[in-house]
């Protein structure tokens, strides 16, 4: 599947089944993935990685976090057979800023979900505040300088029958603009000689 293709086809999967990436082939997708802009190439993030009866717990302490029945949480964790939880991990000591470290973290998401679609699978980002609630941290261990940013559901879509059409892509001519500097400011020339 050609990039445009992918772009154009993908969605959020709400019913997703076995199988699953496997272990290595996600491996492998999230190398591809991490290529994503990054400035200073920290990758600054992490997944932790859900499935089996593992989601039971985990659809538990997301009841504890939202007041939410614990069978319905469960059963949100059961929606995919692997769940991936990113957390934010930012460089404390780069000169980066943490904003430009979440930017590169959602961009990987974004990589990561097109190439799922483009091998057959299908996904969902889930948000939500529970994702980064103190009884979540404590859970997941998420360290003091790092947030819970959301879970990446993944397996195999079920399908109707139908085929996922191509988006229409938007008109975003309103949202383009050609800058042209004020005519009251002189250009001034820097000279390379220090």
Known sequence: ??????VLTRRSEHRLVEPSPSMEELTYLLKAASCAAD??????WRWLLVSGDDR???GEVMAECNGKSVASMVAKTHRAPLLAGLILSPDTRSRVPEWEQLAAATGMVTSLMLLLHARGFGSIWRTGEQADAA???RF??????ERALGWLYMGTPVRDGSVARRRQPLDVGSRLQVFSAPNDVEPQLVSARR
């Open 1 to 6: 599947m050609d990039v445009m293709t992918a």
């Open 39 to 44: 400035h200073g190439r920290l990758r600054p």
């Open 56 to 58: 039971r717990a985990l």
């Open 135 to 137: 009884p979540m941290r």
């Open 140 to 145: 997941l261990s998420v360290d003091e300088h």
